[in-house]
């Protein structure tokens, strides 16, 4: 583990005492680690294939099927 001396605006540091309190956590270092990981997560959520997104453009092109009234659509899928 690093130990490292930061320094904070107070908007930076109000936002540090709300995750932290939000997430139970002991400390601003908790904070701030629990920021970075959201962060991660986001940013390392995996590409979308090339193969899916042909299909996706494909389907959108598609025809598209006029329902109407909410009664028409559950006349059309067999819905009480």
């Known amino acids: 583990m690093v130990n490292a001396l930061v320094k904070l605006d107070d908007n930076t540091n109000r936002v540090l ?14 904070a ?5 990981d ?11 294939r090339p ?4 299909k996706m453009k494909k389907i959108s092109k598609q025809k598209t099927v ?3 009234s909410i009664e028409n659509f559950k006349k059309r899928y067999g819905m009480k």
């Open 38 to 48: 959201k962060f991660i997560e986001d940013q390392d959520e995996p590409e979308l």
């Open 66 to 68: 006029k329902i109407g």
């Open 32 to 36: 701030i680690q629990y920021v970075v």
């Open 17 to 30: 005492n709300v995750v932290k309190a939000t997430n139970g956590l002991k400390d601003k270092g908790e």
């Open 51 to 54: 193969e899916f997104i042909q």
